[in-house]
């Protein structure tokens, strides 16, 4: 009898921590994007911001293993996102870029954001996809403003 109630009891503190733990990596991820909107660029954070005329972005990755290989983080201009396209023409350059990149799949960064932070959308590629090619090709698109890579962020 017992040990049904530790078994229950460490059950629960389990999920509390999983859920503790996406929380807290939500919000990580949230004040990273903050704060390379409002901080000028540091060494080893990969960047692409697209400016009117765009210039040549020349894009360097950082030390594999503190970004994740098959993920970008899209930000598209506003009236522009995926889920707001109208135009015929930029709905099928976009459909040719995400088959040019390897796209799988792509979902908003946070689903019930509003504003700036509903531009933002969570790239995935498939295994093995070029990550700057894949960056080259969305940051060539009109209705991107920025792609940058999903780093890794620990909690010390």
């Known amino acids: ?16 921590v999983i859920i503790f733990s996406l929380i807290l990596l939500i919000l990580i991820v949230i004040a990273v994007l903050l704060m390379s909107q409002k901080t000028p660029q540091k060494e080893g954070v990969t960047t692409a911001v697209r400016e ?4 040549t972005v020349v ?16 930000k598209y201009k506003e009236g522009r996102s995926p889920a707001e396209l109208q135009d015929t023409a930029e709905v099928e ?19 019930k954001a509003t504003g700036q932070m509903s ?4 790239v995935v590629l498939k295994k093995g996809s070029d990550l700057k090619k ?12 920025e792609v940058q890579i999903n780093a890794i962020v620990k909690a010390q």
């Not at 950082?62 to 970004?67: A, D, I, N, S, V």
């Not at 350059?93 to 689903?111: C, F, I, S, V, W």
């Not at 531009?119 to 969570?122: A, E, I, Q, S, T």
């Open 1 to 16: 009898m017992g040990s049904q109630k530790n078994q229950k009891k460490s059950g629960l503190s389990k999920k509390a």
């Open 93 to 111: 350059q976009l459909k040719k870029a995400d088959l040019d990149a390897g796209m799988l799949q792509r979902t908003k960064l946070l689903p």
């Open 119 to 122: 531009l933002y959308y969570v």
């Open 134 to 145: 894949a960056m080259e090709i969305y940051q060539a698109l009109p209705q991107v403003s």
């Open 59 to 74: 894009i360097t990755l950082p030390p594999k293993g503190t970004y994740l290989e098959d993920q970008l983080i899209v």
């Open 52 to 55: 009117e005329p765009s210039p």
